[in-house]
Each structure stands twice: as C-alpha cells, then as structure tokens.
C-alpha cells in the first residue's frame, strides 16, 4: 500500500486529474440524459395520407410540425369558385403586349405636365393584383405628390448617393455606369410630379396584437413591381425603378412607416420631358434569354 501510494499517478496528481475526470462525467451524463429524452414529434414521411392533405391539414393520428398548438389559418372562412380562365385579354394579344412592355424606358428627366392621379391609383389598384405568399399582399405604396416633402426626399437620397459613389461603390461600378449619364445628382425626385415607395412588409399585426407572418414578402413585392411597371407603360406614363442604397430607414422614418415596412424600390412617375434623352441601348434576343427543354 505504501508502494502505491508513492508512486501513484492519480494520488501524484490528484490536483489536476479531479477536475479533468468531473467534466468528463458531466458530460457523459448530459448525453444520457438527452438520449432518454422524449423525441419532438415529426411528420412520418411516406406515411401521409394524401387524401387528407387535400382536403386540408393532417389526420388526426398524424401529427404537424406545431403538434399540440392550437392555430388559425390566416385565411380561415375562404370558400373556393370556379373560374372559368382568363376572361379580359390584352387588346392587342401577346403581340400588342410585348410591343408596350418594350417600349418601356427609364426616364431620368420629366415634363411639368400635370398627371390626372386618377391614373396613379388605377396603376396602384393593379399592382395590388398581385400574386403573394399566402396570399399576405405584403406590400404598401406610398405615393408623393407634395413638394416639400419630394425636396426632403430628393436630400435624403443625395447625400447618400454621394457617399455611395465617392466611397462604397467600386470603381468598376460607377465606371459601367458612366455610359447611363447617373450620378448622385438625383433631379428627377423633384421634376416627376409623382414619387411612388413602395415598401415590403415582413408582418402585420392581428387585431388580438399578434404578429402574422408575411411569407415570401420580397418577391411578392418585387412581382407586384412588375405589374405596376406594366400599368403605368399602360397609361401611358413614364418611369423609372430605383433603389435608394442605404436610405431606406430615413425615408420609412420620413413617412412615418411602422417598423414592418423596408423599403424596397423609388420609382418617379410622370411624363418625359421633351428634352428628355435616352440610352441607345438594346435587348437581347428571345433565343439569348429561353431555353426550351
């Protein structure tokens, strides 16, 4: 006994193999403890019932992702009708279409001549027709036609733009854009007798105060863009979408949006000037943008 305590590795260092060998068994004994846990419940892949999904929801003996907690559809009550297809086609067929949506330009200058804002809200009626993720519609317009605030804008986005191109832009960046004629200089926020933001909203808010869930917000909005592009072409107004980099909080906070909303395009709208000029530029062939398979 005397032999092995002298010269015992553990009693030697005792000091140092205690701590060592605690931990090692905390967390052997955590292991076990997850192990013995019981497991989240889980959707038995290749075991649903098609049929019920169909028709809505899961069967009973099968339980959701939230098993247990009790949830309302967004859009609980929502029968369905038939619909018979398109029933309103473009006047012109897909020929006179796409004629109007290629003549659509970005303009950078704009005439003074008043827009009948009955067209701005037909425009705006339009793009609400869009598509969105659960049928969320997470989008809001926020149109300007007051002066004073146009001005405020046009100097939010200036300074801003200003600091983009003389610091956070690459050189090759504002290189490529020479041939456009940009720069922060921005004349057309206050030339174009209308301003539309258009803002994508992440949640709203229930009347019981909780949050609904907006899926898919920027592409919902995006498409809904593209819609209103097509409606102003349409009445035979003129724009141009922009981004505003970095300006989006300052401009939300000008307006007073909830904190929701980021804004996500600028687009100027109103008729071009008759001094207005633009890029000779063309667009590629159907055959360099479709792949048939």
């Known amino acids: 006994m005397d032999l092995f305590t002298q010269k015992s590795f553990v009693v030697e260092y005792w000091q140092y193999v205690l701590p060592i060998a605690t931990i090692i068994f905390t967390v052997i004994l955590v292991n076990i403890t997850r192990k013995v846990e019981k497991p989240k419940q889980k959707i038995p892949v290749g075991k649903i019932n098609k049929e019920s999904v169909v028709k809505g929801g899961l ?5 959701s992702f939230d098993a247990g907690e009790e949830l309302t559809p967004a859009l609980e009550g929502v029968g369905h009708i038939p619909y018979p297809g398109i029933r309103v086609p473009h006047p012109g067929g897909i020929n006179g279409f796409y004629e109007m949506a290629n003549d659509r330009r970005s303009v950078r200058k704009y005439s003074s001549r008043p827009v009948d804002w009955r067209l701005i809200e037909k425009c705006i009626h339009a793009a609400g027709t869009g598509p969105s993720g659960a049928h969320t519609e997470p989008w809001t317009f926020c149109v300007v036609g007051n002066t004073e605030i146009k001005q405020q804008i046009r100097e939010i986005i200036e300074n801003e733009e200003y600091t983009n191109y003389a610091q956070r832009m690459s050189r090759q960046w504002t290189t490529d854009l020479l041939p456009l004629r940009t720069n922060f200089i921005k004349e057309y926020l206050t030339e174009a007798p209308y301003l539309v933001l258009v803002f994508k909203q992440g949640y709203s808010v229930r009347p019981d105060g909780q949050k609904k869930q907006h899926y898919y917000n920027e592409i919902s909005t995006a498409i809904s863009v593209g819609i209103l592009l097509c409606a102003i072409q349409s009445a035979g107004l003129n724009s141009l979408v922009t981004t505003p980099l970095n300006c989006g ?20 709208i109103g008729y071009a000037a008759d001094d207005c000029e633009i890029p000779d530029i063309h667009r590629k062939a159907v055959n360099e943008i479709l792949v048939k398979y």
């Not at 069967?59 to 339980?63: T, V």
């Open 59 to 63: 069967p009973d003996d099968e339980p």
């Open 249 to 268: 909080p300052a401009l939300r906070t000008l307006l007073d949006r909830p904190a929701s909303e980021k804004l996500l395009v600028l687009l100027p």
